[in-house]
């Protein structure tokens, strides 16, 4: 219980709960239209009225921010999924399997991880086109390698444990010893390293949409809303660090959640 | 290629070695593989957006003319004939032209690539050398609460954008005060910003391996007894911690790599540097065939030779390990081998 | 003829384009004579090296082949043309070439060269050279896209003399002479002409008044001043060599970074300064220079065949709903102006049709009522459940393209947003398939609406089946006469308006900017900029 009552814990708990409700009520945090413009009030610092400042089409910035929530984090939710189930599932495999079966798929997991991760996503983003889901679908490709590994070391280590050979000796067959007793046993480090991937993914997809292969205008992204700022850097440098410092926030909170979620390693 | 020159040498060396060279070329000729296939599985027509690159307003989108070009590119023939062509000579060295710009490839990587192992190595110096500090400031950080705070810190490292790092350090040292150019891939200075920026996320995998090694050396018993013999605090660290420290950091080096490569795509577009990452995002833009898998393959090679040595390498400072029959020495904790897959 | 911005989305609010023929604001202290500030033999006294931020890697520095402005504006700097061009008037003086004539029909150019020029390498200027420059061009065809446009029809050139030549059409070629002006025909030593086209890219030798010292790719471009230079044409400001003795392009993609470095006496000159920074270097310690695009200004051009696109009613209700006055204080610089016809105010040719393109809201409206639309709980029109909404795919003025989706918006239409790379967007006009495309297309003759428009053409981007358009425009392309010419080109743009075939949004203005120091910085009709008469002063 006192680890509930830890200061990180309760503020990351915070974050995430407000970073929740933008994603699914983004119109209770943002006092303005997203996507239109507030006037004439062109590039404004940051004030009471309008907290992150306007951008150049004198759009509310904190309102962007917060509509920007739910591709950005939802992406980043899909990735972490989709590289947790299928590095999972291919981990299972090989760690079960054993033999050629498992040594031909770590070869390939070997290639995956020489390939720098951010370019197998550029290329998937390239090939299904820019957007969330295709940035998504790269990302969670990248993560697929190293959730494979510790899975598959899992069931390596679980497979000798002494309840397992006591299964095999009671006849049960090989499906369900591996996922009544394997499966459950094995994947608890993964959803505990899918709570880090997950701040990971958050940085990965901010980074493409970043760099260009997010949502189309004038949806608002993280990634891009920092890019988009970067131009007037110079005259306004709060179009970019506002919506950067709020996926650090975000990413601090995922961690420290994760952190005591996988018990503060 | 590596193991002919080695062949002499004793049975069990060659035993130790020959798989990790196999398995180097593995990796080297899969990446191909894979690049090649997902390359060719990319919508869109690369002559088209090559045209479109050079041409500007002025392209044309004439059937004929295209249908010249692709001749041209070597593009009209079958898909087997085109992979093993293309193979057959990046084996000579051969990376091809880019269609976009008519550049050698080999040319453009050889001009881009110092200029990003120059950011890269200067972050893992600056990441290793500050991960150290924080590590042995924790180790000596007496009242509790204070080891706590300071362990606290380096984690920040990876949770901060790369862009948002970068953003700031240009506002701050180039806008404002100056120090540093804050673009251009000219000279030592031009490197800093963009090393320091990289080092953030590098030196909070560092520490988390060194912190882990380091703590739990500190209680362990030789430590003990070095401290009991009377040495001194800085001996003890110097010759105990620090060797411990050493070897998983050695470890995760490929790791590191893996994510550099990946990191310098977003720091070389914020600091307008040319390098790797640029050239391979403005390829993957342009459909730029040869250049991508030139690049790709650049990497896979540095990252399957690198791993290789690393596993020599710990193979000569951990002589445990040559006897062991499993495949590759791993750090234990997941959270210090972040994917390969993630970079911000 | 364009400036694209890197094929990166979202970093390009910068509207792109190239620069042409326009206003010149130094908005500075003022024009300081570059002879004033000579000594008395007339050399300058401060250093005369300068930097020059560029905003893109040139890619290519062959002036023919290239359709970058910034290599372009390189290539300049290297080649000399035939013949010059007057910004101010449009006036066709000699250059490389002392003399020329063309026949009625305008298919036959004879020219007469001027004597005792060299190329950087040495060899002479000879009709033979031009003859093989000419010939190259047109082997490279579609890979020298713009320079083969100005010879379109070409059939070859007849040597007479040393210095004296004849290039022949076999069709009407009204364009060439102007096309003689521009560096797309520099002319280049026969060595080059001869190199293959990647390694012209890389290297090129020219009569011009700078030579190529060095070209590090994605890094830098690096010019000296040629010694014994003596044949610029009459408009330059001085005659001999170059004022500068050198001239460092670094290629500096980051808008801010270049203004940064402007103020901080990092470059001497920078390329492409943001609108939104147009007062940051509006004082005495900087001059800037606002070119605006001649041809087609940044528009939705249209694809009548696709989507709701073919009615004519809807087409007119988008280009009524639009102010351009709001986009242009939204998204476009203090010295430009809102677009009034379908060419730009500094193309040749231009009508005003600002009545025609007026912000008229309650005009939409009541066609689109009259049309059977009608608003639907959303604010959008709707006729029996099909919405009033397109797509306008682009690859960059981003900015632009939301500002014109939230005026749609706001008047009941609903505009959606396609940003790609720009070999997709080559790739969407290959297939037909968008309802319009969203750019603009820089051409210094009202030609640019045929290239746009006429089915006939390779790079044509709008599909409108209009055959009385389809005649007018072959038509103006073979009108010799002038005011002829003129009298098609006035009936082109109001049908082409009117009918909302192309629907603009904004004149692009490019803005360089310079220390105050730098002076005599000048621009041709397309308003590239040219570095001889530059200098260094105080």
Redesign the interface.
């Known amino acids: 219980m006192r680890r509930l009552l830890n200061p990180v814990t309760l503020l990351s708990a915070l974050v995430l709960v407000v970073t929740l409700i933008a994603v699914i009520w983004p119109g209770l945090l943002a006092p303005y239209d997203p996507f239109d413009s507030v006037g004439d009030a062109r590039l404004e610092a940051p004030s009471a009225a309008h907290l992150f400042g306007t951008d150049a089409l004198a759009r509310d910035v904190f309102s962007r921010v917060v509509y920007g929530a739910r591709l950005s984090l939802l992406a980043a939710v899909l990735a972490t999924t989709a590289g947790a189930v299928l590095g999972g599932l291919v981990g299972l495999i090989s760690g079960t399997a054993g033999g050629r079966v498992d040594f031909a798929i770590m070869r390939v997991i070997d290639v995956m991880l020489a390939i720098p991760g951010i370019l197998l996503a550029l290329i998937v983003v390239a090939s299904l086109g820019f957007g969330a889901v295709s940035i998504a679908i790269g990302v969670g490709l990248g993560a697929t390698g190293s959730f494979a590994r510790v899975m598959r070391a899992q069931v390596m280590r679980i497979r000798n444990e002494e309840y397992i050979e006591a299964a095999r000796t009671m006849g049960l067959r090989r499906p369900t010893i591996l996922f009544r007793h394997v499966m459950p046993n094995a994947s608890q480090p993964i959803v505990a390293m899918a709570s880090t991937e997950l701040a990971l993914a958050i940085l990965a997809v901010s980074a493409l949409s970043f760099l260009g292969f997010g949502a189309q205008p004038p949806t608002p992204e993280w990634g891009s809303l920092v890019s988009d700022g970067r131009q007037f850097i110079a005259t306004a440098p709060w179009l970019s660090i506002m919506p950067g410092s709020v996926i650090l926030v975000v990413v601090l909170a995922v961690n420290g959640l994760a952190r005591n979620l996988g018990g503060n390693r | 290629m590596r193991s002919a020159g080695r062949l002499h040498r004793a049975g069990p060396v060659l035993r130790f070695v020959a798989p990790k060279v196999l398995q180097a070329l593995f990796v080297v000729w899969a990446t191909y593989t894979v690049t090649f296939l997902l390359i060719h599985a990319l919508p869109g027509d690369p002559v088209l957006a090559a045209l479109a690159v050079r041409a500007g307003d002025a392209a044309t989108t004439d059937p004929e003319v295209l249908d010249a070009l692709r001749a041209q590119y070597g593009l009209d023939g079958s898909i087997l004939h085109q992979y093993v062509s293309h193979f057959l000579a990046l084996f000579r060295g051969d990376l091809g032209v880019s269609m976009a710009t008519g550049y050698d490839v080999s040319d453009m990587v050889a001009r881009a690539l110092p200029k990003t192992v120059a950011v890269a190595a200067l972050a893992l110096v600056l990441g290793f050398v500050g991960a150290l500090a924080f590590t042995i400031a924790a180790y000596l950080a007496r009242p509790q609460w204070l080891r706590g705070a300071i362990s606290q810190i380096p984690p920040l490292g990876i949770a901060i954008p790369a862009f948002l790092t970068g953003v700031v350090l240009i506002s701050v040292f180039a806008f404002q005060l100056g120090w540093f150019p804050a673009s251009g891939a000219d000279g030592f200075a031009s490197t800093v910003l963009p090393a320091i920026t990289l080092s953030l996320p590098t030196g909070a995998i560092f520490y988390q391996v060194f912190s882990a090694a380091v703590f739990e050396a500190g209680e362990a018993g030789f430590v003990r007894t070095a401290r009991a013999k009377g040495l001194s605090q800085p001996v003890v660290i110097g010759r105990h911690i620090l060797r411990n420290a050493v070897l998983p950091a050695i470890t995760i080096i490929g790791l590191q790599i893996g994510y550099l490569a990946g990191g310098t795509a977003v720091v070389e577009t914020v600091f307008s540097r040319d390098g790797i990452g640029r050239i391979t995002v403005d390829a993957v833009l342009a459909r730029d065939i040869n250049v991508v898998t030139g690049v790709v393959m650049v990497v896979a090679v540095i990252y399957a030779v690198t791993t290789m040595i690393v596993d020599l390498l710990y193979g000569v400072l951990d002589p445990r390990i040559r006897t062991r029959v499993a495949a590759k020495p791993r750090t234990r904790s997941h959270a210090a081998t972040p994917a390969g897959g993630d970079d911000a | 003829?364009?400036?694209?911005p890197?094929?990166?989305?979202?970093?390009l609010?910068?509207p792109a384009?190239a620069v042409a023929a326009a206003t010149l604001l130094a908005a500075c202290s003022g024009g300081t004579e570059a002879e004033e500030t000579t000594d008395a033999s007339g050399t300058p006294a401060a250093a005369q090296d300068v930097v020059f931020a560029l905003k893109e890697d040139p890619?290519?520095l062959d002036p023919q082949?290239?359709?970058?402005t910034t290599s372009l504006n390189i290539g300049r700097q290297l080649t000399d043309s035939l013949l010059d061009q007057d910004p101010e008037t449009g006036d066709i003086v000699p250059w490389l070439a002392t003399d020329w004539s063309v026949n009625d029909d305008a298919t036959a150019y004879t020219f007469t060269l001027a004597e005792g020029v060299t190329f950087s390498d040495g060899t002479p200027l000879t009709s033979d050279v031009v003859a093989a420059n000419f010939d190259a061009i047109n082997e490279l065809?579609?890979?020298a896209?713009?320079a083969s446009?100005y010879l379109a029809g070409y059939t070859g050139t007849d040597v007479t003399s040393e210095t004296e030549f004849t290039v022949s059409f076999s069709e009407p070629n009204v364009q060439f002479a102007q096309g003689a002006t521009t560096m797309s025909l520099g002319i280049l030593s026969a060595d080059s002409a001869a190199a293959t086209?990647?390694e012209r890219?890389?290297a090129v030798v020219g009569t011009g008044p700078f030579v190529l010292d060095d070209y590090?790719?994605?890094?830098?471009v690096t010019i000296v001043k040629r010694e014994g230079y003596d044949w610029g044409s009459e408009l330059r400001g001085h005659t001999g060599d170059a004022y500068l003795d050198s001239v460092t392009f670094?290629?500096?993609?980051?808008?801010?970074?270049r203004?940064?470095?402007l103020e901080?006496g990092?470059y001497d000159l920078i390329q492409d300064v943001?609108y939104?920074?147009e007062a940051?270097f509006t004082n005495d310690e900087y001059r800037l220079y606002a070119a605006a695009n001649p041809g087609v200004p940044n528009s939705f051009v249209i694809n009548t065949a696709h989507g709701l696109m073919g009615e004519t009613a809807v087409r007119q209700a988008i280009t009524k709903s639009l102010d351009r006055d709001q986009i242009n204080?939204?998204?476009g610089s203090a010295s430009g102006q809102a677009p009034t016809s379908v060419l730009t105010s500094s193309t040749p040719g231009y009508t005003d049709l600002g009545d025609t393109l007026a912000y008229d809201p309650e005009g939409a409206a009541a066609l689109l009522e009259a049309d059977g639309w009608e608003l639907g709980a959303d604010g959008i029109y709707e006729r029996g459940g099909e919405t009033l909404t397109f797509t306008v795919t682009a690859f960059y003025a981003?900015?632009v393209?939301?500002?014109a989706?939230?005026q749609l918006?706001?008047n009941g239409i609903d505009m959606?947003?396609?940003?790609?790379?720009?070999?997709?967007?080559?790739?969407a006009?290959?297939t037909g398939d968008y309802d319009a495309l969203g750019?603009?297309?820089?051409r210094t003759d009202p030609d640019a609406l045929r290239v746009m428009l006429s089915a006939e053409s390779?790079?044509r981007w709008g599909i409108v089946d209009d055959a009385e358009l389809e005649a007018l425009l072959q038509e103006q392309a073979a009108t010799v006469d002038t005011a002829a010419r003129q009298a098609i080109v006035d009936e082109i743009q109001q049908i082409v308006a009117e009918q909302a075939y192309v629907i603009p949004t904004l004149e692009t203005v490019q803005l360089h900017a310079s220390a105050a120091a730098v002076d005599g910085l000048t621009f041709d009709s397309a308003a590239r900029f040219n570095l001889y008469d530059a200098m260094v002063v105080g």
């Open positions: 003829m364009t400036n694209f890197r094929p990166r989305r979202r970093l609010a910068a384009a890619t290519c082949q290239t359709s970058m065809g579609d890979a896209s713009l446009a086209a990647e890219c890389l590090t790719v994605n890094d830098s670094p290629i500096i993609t980051e808008a801010s970074v203004t940064g470095g901080s990092e943001p939104i920074d940051r204080l939204l998204t981003q900015d393209l939301e500002a989706q939230m918006a706001d959606q947003i396609n940003m790609v790379a720009v070999g997709d967007f080559f790739g006009i290959a750019a603009g297309l820089t390779t790079g």
